[in-house]
């Protein structure tokens, strides 16, 4: 019997919220932009994925003799997708360094591609947008914790921060 381990859904919203939210907050023009423009949420989530993949790769095998790239690949040699590369290939993502939470259209790979597009694609959009809206209706001025970095953490397959120090305002003006 051949074991698969179930971890499809988890890292998107543990890896991906974190991390687009740092990358959020690192852009305090993109930040003002969404909670003035609430409408904005499903785009945004779109560009943290991009930005923030929270699976740094995956590796394929070829099962057929193709050409990639200009390069040919033999049936049985190993692909290695690197998402954050991939989201920002200049070919596809005009100026795709900048963050740009109205960017149309973002054909990331965060997902995959494919017959291997996760399956969990939607409901992850949909989890991270909730919680995203909650998140900046609750606490808008929320910022980053002067001082502080995040910690990262340490995988070759998962983009994922083990903390990030923030902090708001308690009381209301």
Known sequence: MRVFPAVAGNET???GLPGGLYTLLTHPDQHRLLLSRPDLTASAVEE???HWPPVLDFRRT???DVELGGRLLRRGDKVVVHHASANRDGTVFPDP???DITRSPNDHVSFGYGPHFCLGAQLARLQMAALLRHLLTALPDL???PGAAPR???SNFQNGLKDLPVRWRTERR
């Open 97 to 99: 360094d900048r963050f």
């Open 48 to 50: 943290m994925l991009c």
């Open 62 to 64: 070829a099962t057929r």
């Open 152 to 154: 990262r953490l340490v």
């Open 13 to 15: 919203l543990r890896n």
């Open 143 to 145: 910022e980053l914790a």
